[in-house]
Every structure is written in structure tokens, then in C-alpha cells.
């Protein structure tokens, strides 16, 4: 009976964390309303400190898996050897005091694992924090806002939010790409787990982070710090362009936004209802610092921080009701007619 026991809890163990594992990685490959996209494939790393940190989390699973493995045996093995039997009419078992040697072995193996962990934890931590920043790095400053990002290019002039374009590092040229991050209401965490461990964003404590993404492609991330009600759609981009498509991305998001003669109107509304006193369009008189810039809004894939795909209908729920999509978001509803949202709607889709 104790056999068929332990068998049934080692396999219901193994279940739990093949199961575990299978989640995670199903994650990656899930968008958040539930059809295929990109995710956070923690499994997966594509640069070097998340590469780093993957390391150091397998080394830490053996270690512990060994620790696991052992005790498990001891424990299996004593159950097994010293249960009770109708013979021992229950008397208690010989009782083994005062043994220096298992009271040392105890006590010294415990301190020599951690001791071990500690310094591959700090060595880890020491190569990813303490990289000097190379000449030809690309600096990023990455503000968190309830609820969105804000990213900008000193070096570049650019001001863009919740979708971070920066290029593909390889061995040959290596382009990494440097976070300045700062916070202008409460704490967030700026997380890509395919790119770099968490790195939290405190009022008045500016902090840094790098990352040298070694493929192309979108990688999703998110705010792992709980900063109010909309927390959980705080969501991030990060494109990893080619160096060319990089540059010309960078040529694109430097243009002013261009006037056009159909989309009158809908500037028109977006003076007069003050929307360019939360936003800035470049090339425009709205240069507000409260909400995203518009710009070149209609070259995001995704609009509030993306909680939804930028398309038409999208955009002009998000306009007339913002709560429909963000509930808690602090974009106030307009309460504009129709006629006032399609225009502005309109103005929105030249901003590219």
C-alpha cells in the first residue's frame, strides 16, 4: 500500500510540473485575447542578460532538484525500512543520540549550498548591472505612466510610447541599446522576459537596464509591479528591427505630422476639446505631456498600451469610451458627436 502511495505522489508530481512548464510555454505563443501572438516566452531568452539569468535558473533547478532528489530518497527509504510492524507491538524504535558527525554533515552541507548559490547569483549580477555602456550603444529613456510607456531618443530626438523599436545586436556589430528608467506617478517594472529580468521604475530614483537582442522580431512584455487598477494592461512592445529597417524607422518617427487638407475638421476637434493639452502632435501647436504622443500614432500596431489592435473601430471606441477597452484608464470619455468622432477619428489615421 505505502509503495502504491509513493508512486501515485511521485507521478502526480511529475504531472504538476510538466504541466507547470507546459503553461509557461504555452504563454508564449497566446496574445491576450486568447488567439495566436506573441507572448512572454520566459524559455526562450534573445539576448545576453536574459540568456544570463536563464543560465543561473537552470544551475539553480539542478542544485535544488539534487537537494530534492536526495531527501526524497532518505525520506522514501526510511518509511519503507522503519515502518511499523505487528511485531514491534508499539515500541519505539532505537533512538540514536549525540552523532557529531550527521549533526556537522547537517549543518555544513546547508551553508556550503547557499554559500555556492550566493556567488553565482552575485556573479550574475555583477556582469549584467555593471557593463560599461559602449560608444555606439543606443540610449533609451523609458518613463512608466499610469497606464502606458514613454519612451524617448535623446540622441535621436524622438518621443514615442508603449511600442520600443531598438536594432538587432549581433557579434560582428554589436548595437546594444541602453534604459534609463524613470517613473512620473508611482512604481512600475519594466519586464521582456525574452530580453532582460525585471527592473523596477521608482519616483525620484532613476535606474538602468541594457539589452543586446540577438534576433528580430516583437517581443511582449508588461509592467510586473502592481501600480493601480489598470496594472494589468500595462503592456509593452519591443521591436527588434534589422540595422537598416531601424534607420529608416528612425528617418520616419523624426518627420513632423503631416497637414492634410481632408483632415481639417478633425484638428479643429482636437483643439477645441483640449486634447492637445494631454497630447503632442510635432509640428503642431498640441504639445502635451500627459497622455502618449500622437505623432505618429497610426505606426503603433496597438493603442492603449496595448489592451487593443490599432484599427479604425478600435480607435474610435477608445476615443468615445476608454473604459470600454481600459477600464480605470485615466483618459476622460469626450462625450463628442458623431459627427465630432469621425472627424477627429479622421485627423488621427493621417498621424503616421
Known amino acids: 500500500m505505502l509503495a502504491r502511495r509513493t ?10 510540473v510538466v504541466l507547470l512548464f507546459w503553461s509557461a510555454s504555452a504563454l508564449g505563443a497566446v496574445g491576450p485575447d486568447g488567439a495566436p501572438g506573441h507572448g512572454t516566452n520566459i ?5 545576453t542578460p536574459a540568456k544570463s539569468i536563464v543560465d543561473l535558473s537552470a544551475f539553480v533547478v539542478v542544485i535544488t532538484g539534487i537537494i530534492f532528489a536526495v531527501v526524497f530518497t532518505l525520506l522514501t527509504y526510511t518509511l519503507v525500512k522503519f515502518r511499523g510492524r505487528a511485531m ?18 547537517w549543518t555544513i ?5 547557499v554559500v555556492v548559490l550566493f556567488l553565482a547569483t552575485a556573479r550574475v549580477i555583477h556582469a549584467i548591472q555593471d557593463v560599461p555602456e ?9 518613463i512608466g505612466h499610469q497606464y502606458w510607456w514613454e519612451f524617448r531618443y535623446p540622441k535621436l530626438g524622438i518621443v514615442t510610447a508603449n511600442e520600443l523599436h531598438i536594432p538587432v545586436s549581433d557579434r560582428e556589430h554589436p548595437t546594444p541599446t541602453f534604459l534609463q528608467l524613470l517613473s512620473a506617478d508611482t512604481d512600475h517594472s519594466f519586464w521582456v522576459p525574452e530580453l532582460a529580468g525585471k527592473t523596477d521604475l521608482i519616483p525620484n530614483h532613476p535606474n538602468r537596464m541594457w539589452m543586446d537582442p ?6 511582449v512584455g508588461q509592467c510586473a509591479q502592481y501600480c493601480g487598477i489598470q496594472h494589468a494592461k500595462m503592456l509593452l512592445r519591443v521591436s527588434v528591427d534589422r540595422e537598416d529597417d531601424f534607420s529608416a524607422w528612425v528617418r520616419a518617427q523624426q518627420k513632423v505630422a503631416v497637414e492634410e487638407a481632408g483632415a481639417i475638421e478633425g484638428w479643429r476637434v ?6 492637445m493639452n494631454c497630447h503632442a502632435v510635432d509640428g503642431t501647436p498640441a504639445d502635451g505631456r500627459f497622455g502618449p504622443d500622437l505623432t505618429h500614432l497610426m505606426s503603433r500596431a496597438t493603442i492603449a498600451a496595448g489592451a487593443a489592435e490599432n484599427t479604425h473601430d478600435n480607435l474610435r471606441l477608445w476615443i468615445q469610451n476608454p473604459s470600454a477597452i481600459k477600464p480605470g484608464s485615466l483618459m476622460p470619455a469626450m462625450k463628442l458627436s458623431d459627427a465630432d468622432l469621425d472627424a477627429i477619428v479622421s485627423y488621427m489615421e493621417t498621424l503616421r
Open 43 to 47: 524559455f526562450s531568452p534573445a539576448s
Open 7 to 16: 508512486k501515485s505522489s511521485v507521478c502526480s508530481g511529475w504531472q504538476i
Open 134 to 142: 559602449p560608444a555606439g550603444a543606443v540610449d533609451v529613456i523609458a
Open 214 to 219: 540577438q534576433r528580430t522580431g516583437i517581443f
Open 270 to 275: 482636437f483643439e477645441r476639446n483640449a486634447c
Open 109 to 113: 552541507i546547508p551553508i556550503l549550498i
Open 88 to 105: 514491534d507491538a508499539g515500541r519505539e524504535p532505537a533512538q540514536v543520540y549525540g552523532s557529531t558527525q550527521i549533526e556537522l554533515a
